[in-house]
């Protein structure tokens, strides 16, 4: 990765700019999912694959990623510069989440030249989608008693059980999967191994989930005698928990490593104004209620401190003392805020909230209803809000953990 | 949301974030704050004028005042740490004094004092009353012309460090707009200042009785000025009270850690249990977002409206974090939160301080809601 020249990122972000506002079609003629793990038909998945195909080849997709696999081999500024240009334009989100987010730093970061060669490409071109195996029926907030048996037998590990919340788990070729290769060992986390598994092999079934909305995005995967080759197994036998704490990371780091764009539709808190404005309380604008204008100010101090935290996450004077503390917070701030807010939305609308997706008088098509329901996957997924407190209290308050 | 300000960080802020941070911690350890509560004055004079040797007074004097020539963004880091280590002293109500004369003063008057307030001579504002109004042009005390100056009257309440100050600038009535005017404190006749009772003992506040003070024509700043100076005032005041509620937040919170670290009952210590765990990263997080709002503050403070929606963001954010952060506080120490010798109590007192003078959460997001909507 080259330093970055301000003019040519100037450039670059002007030739952005004109792309996305050029390419970016405001009105497929369906509602597109908010957020990759909202994906629930077929039609919303192709129109996404091909829309990440088509950013990649513009080639504002994995701009800082090594050219030799795909990637386009300049700064991070320069993707920084090509993702704000998408925001600008409320562009689609990209539909690889776990392949541009997990997999592809994973694997940049210590993957074999082999893997590299072989995955990165398809991830960015979004030709081969990714998902997670992760959480398990039984498992969930407690990831480390996961249980799925991998038995090693030759060339090959033999998976059994089952995976829950593969979000996209129908679509995707590829896994990143923790499973139990020691039965054995001195502790759970110890039997943990961590694979990059195909999911398009026999003895891999999925069964859609239908989501609280009545939509599908989930699949539980069930594994009968699967058969996957052994050179899927990242690191060694055993480092599987400290590898899937790794994709963590740069989730919640700085995203200079990850591939660009967004996975989730950032939300315009101002939009909330809009509906203040538009619906009525006894004979007046909600907007001029004064509770309601009151709680609506409140919101809108809580956005900002979301996009201040963003920003003071990079100024490393102003973090000295809990370094991690803002990035570890990010989920927790983040995904309460979205649920809540969508929540003082439908309230906003009097009777009007209770109509749902699908109805023609439906506010904004139902998105406000729809997405408070959806928020639910941000703070139940990816560690609970409760387990997040547990995190933030543990390793960044230092507070004990039993 | 653009417009609702940006962060930004400077080297300078970051050069006194720094030095402030070693020096209040060293200067100012707990056993000091609990001295200086029981001390008359309040303050200790040694400490007051190594800050002035640091030429923190003059951080944002222009040069040509002799002051360092930054500006308010560079007082918001010495001001976050002062409130952190709760040293006490002058330095809020002589930073506001200087700025009022910064905005609201004559030529001479600001020749005159500048320099003084930059090498450490104190300086206060006398601006709320008896109606308890935080509106700052809701004034009753007066000023009437006579042959000698102005004669005032009327009752000034909360003038911060009125006893050690040498000046003391007052909001008046005069000719039925809102005028302020520069008092000797020396010239006071006596019985004029009575000390009050405050909430925060950290802190000096006093009543001044205006009737019977007599001041020269020079004492008044220009009056065309006045009503904007006032509300320059307000914003200032609010953002530097954001900045000392934040260091108070963050080391009322680890103040909360080290107890839920040690204590232990039914075999565990406290802080393993989720109902204390919880609400302290709350807290903490509620703190990580004041410190944001309040950097964005201080970097936007010039800025024609943004500066002012950052503000009372700031402020509004720091009494929420400040409040929670320290009622808990109190709560998980159990009895030993109820007594005085906990330290919690120190930093509640101050939130509700706080939150009382120039306005809390709710009285700024009622001018949110104005600026916004």
């Known amino acids: ?402 | 949301m653009e417009n609702l300000g940006q962060m930004g960080f400077s080297e300078e802020q970051a050069d006194l974030l720094e030095v402030a941070k070693k020096f209040c911690r060293d200067k100012s350890p707990m056993d000091k704050v609990r001295a200086l509560i029981k001390d008359e004055a309040g303050y200790d004079p040694d400490v007051w004028e190594d800050i002035a040797r640091l030429g923190w007074l003059g951080i944002a004097i222009p040069e040509e005042y002799g002051g360092v020539g930054l500006g308010l963004a560079e007082i918001v880091p010495v001001m976050e740490q002062l409130g952190r280590f709760l040293l006490a002293g002058p330095f809020f109500s002589t930073t506001m004094a200087a700025q009022a004369l910064l905005v609201g003063g004559t030529e001479e008057q600001k020749k005159n004092y500048l320099p003084k307030i930059a090498e450490g001579r104190i300086a206060t504002l006398a601006l709320t009353e008896d109606s308890g109004d935080l509106n700052l042009e809701n004034i009753a005390a007066s000023a009437r012309r006579t042959e000698e100056g102005f004669a005032l009257s009327g009752n000034k309440y909360f003038v911060g460090d009125a006893a050690a100050a040498e000046w003391i600038i007052a909001s008046v009535l005069f000719e039925q707009k809102p005028a302020l005017v520069l008092i000797e404190r020396s010239s006071l006749p006596t019985g004029a200042l009575r000390r009050e009772t405050i909430i925060d003992e950290t802190r000096r506040a006093y009543a001044l009785d205006l009737d019977g003070v007599t001041v020269p024509p020079s004492a008044m700043l220009d009056p065309a000025l006045a009503s904007a100076a006032l509300a320059y005032i307000h914003l200032c005041a609010n953002l530097l009270a954001a900045a000392e509620m934040c260091g108070g937040t963050q080391n009322v919170i680890d103040y909360t850690i080290e107890y839920l670290n040690t204590r232990k009952q039914f075999g565990r210590t406290i802080g393993s249990y989720q109902s204390l765990k919880h609400p302290t990263v709350d807290a903490y997080v509620a703190y990580e977002q004041a410190r944001s709002h309040l950097y964005s503050a201080a970097h936007c403070f010039n800025q024609q409206g943004t500066g002012e929606i950052a503000i009372r963001m700031a402020k509004a954010q720091a009494d929420k974090a400040f409040s929670y952060a320290a009622d808990r506080s109190i709560q998980f120490h159990g009895g030993f939160g109820f007594t005085y010798d906990c330290d919690a109590q120190l930093y509640r007192r101050r939130a509700i301080w706080h939150a009382s003078q120039f306005g809390d959460a709710a009285y700024h997001r009622k001018k949110l809601a104005e600026l916004l909507f």
Request: include cysteine; hydrophobic fraction near 40%.
């Open chain 1, 1 to 402: 990765m080259s330093k970055a020249n301000q003019h040519e990122v100037d450039e670059f972000a002007k030739d952005a700019d004109a792309w996305f506002r050029e390419n970016v079609n405001p009105d497929p003629g369906f509602m597109l999912p908010l957020t990759f793990m909202e994906v629930g038909t077929d039609q919303q998945f192709e129109f996404l694959q091909n829309w990440q195909g088509k950013v990649y080849e513009a080639g504002f997709l994995g701009v800082a990623w090594p050219r030799e696999y795909g990637g386009g081999g300049l700064a991070p500024a320069f993707q920084n510069a090509a993702t704000d240009a998408m925001r600008r334009y409320n562009a689609p989100i990209m539909l690889n989440a776990i392949g541009l987010n997990w997999t592809g730093p994973l694997l940049l970061d210590i993957g074999t030249q082999a893997h590299r060669e072989k995955y990165i490409k398809g991830i960015l071109s979004a030709e081969d989608i990714w998902c997670q195996g992760f959480s398990e029926p039984e498992n969930g907030s407690d990831l480390g008693n996961a249980q799925l048996r991998a038995v090693r037998e030759g060339d090959e590990y033999v998976l059994n059980g089952s995976k829950i919340w593969t979000t996209l788990g129908n679509y995707a070729k590829y896994m990143i999967l923790l499973a139990r290769t020691n039965t054995e060992a001195p502790n759970k986390y110890a039997g943990l191994s961590f694979f990059l598994s195909p999911m398009k092999i026999e003895g891999v079934e999925t069964h859609p989930i239908r989501k609280l909305t009545g939509e599908y995005g989930f699949t539980q995967t069930f594994f009968t005698d699967a058969r996957i080759p052994a050179d899927g197994l990242m690191s060694e036998e055993g480092s599987g928990w400290l590898v899937a704490m790794k994709t963590l990371e740069y989730e919640r780091g700085a995203r200079d490593g990850l591939a660009g764009g967004y996975m989730i539709t950032p939300l315009d808190a101002f939009a909330v104004i809009e509906l203040a404005k538009k619906a009525q309380r006894d004979g007046a604008p909600v907007m001029d209620d004064p509770v309601m204008r009151d709680q609506l100010v409140e919101f809108i101090i809580e956005a900002q401190s979301l996009n201040l935290c963003k920003e003071r996450g990079h100024i490393a004077p102003l973090n000295e003392e809990r370094p991690m503390g803002l990035s570890l917070s990010g989920k927790l701030m983040g995904t309460e805020f979205v649920r809540r807010i969508n929540e003082f939305a439908i309230a906003m609308q009097g009777t009007k909230g209770g109509y749902y997706v699908g109805d023609p008088n439906a506010v904004d098509d139902g998105l406000w209803t729809r997405g408070y329901l959806n928020a639910f996957s941000a703070t139940i997924g990816g560690g609970t809000s409760e387990i997040q407190h547990n995190i933030i209290a543990e390793h960044i308050l230092g507070l004990p953990k039993r």
